[in-house]
């Protein structure tokens, strides 16, 4: 299925680069849909998003230069990939911090209002 001769394409790594999309999907539906659970937190969110942004961007790395030294082409998946996980990634850090800005400000409201 991934070889490196079939299309004279390096595809190997991506695998690794589907996981990391479907855990970008998976975690913007979390903290889209749900009510926060206890293990949503910011601090969650960002090194789940940092992580997976520097991964990619090492495996995305790593393949130009085992591409360029194997005399293949490079994937455009992979760069199309990188592109949708860093964006999902920002994007679930953007969301969640503007659900907790709302969240506090209704708090406040309440408290206030007695």
Same mark, same amino acid.
């Given at each position: 299925?991934?070889?490196?001769e079939?299309?004279?394409t390096?595809?190997?790594?991506?695998?690794v680069?589907?996981?990391?999309?479907?855990?970008a999907?998976?975690l913007?539906?979390?903290?889209?849909?749900?009510?926060?659970?206890?293990?949503?937190? +910011?601090? %969650?969110?960002s090194?789940?998003?940092?992580?997976? !942004?520097?991964?990619?961007? /090492?495996?995305?790395?790593l *393949?130009?230069?085992i591409?360029?030294?194997?005399?293949?082409s490079?994937?455009?998946?992979?760069?199309y990939?990188?592109? +949708?996980? %860093?964006?999902?990634?920002?994007?679930?850090?953007l !969301?969640?911090?503007?659900? /907790?800005?709302?969240?506090? *400000?209704?708090?406040?409201?309440?408290?206030?209002?007695?």
């Amino acid at each position: 299925m991934y070889s490196i001769e079939a299309f004279s394409t390096f595809t190997l790594m991506r695998p690794v680069f589907i996981t990391f999309l479907v855990l970008a999907v998976i975690l913007l539906i979390a903290v889209v849909l749900f009510k926060t659970p206890k293990w949503i937190t +910011a601090f %969650t969110i960002s090194i789940v998003s940092i992580i997976s !942004i520097v991964v990619c961007a /090492q495996l995305l790395f790593l *393949e130009g230069i085992i591409v360029d030294e194997l005399n293949l082409s490079g994937d455009p998946a992979s760069l199309y990939m990188f592109f +949708a996980i %860093t964006l999902l990634s920002i994007l679930n850090l953007l !969301i969640y911090f503007f659900r /907790q800005e709302k969240r506090r *400000e209704s708090a406040r409201a309440i408290y206030f209002n007695r």
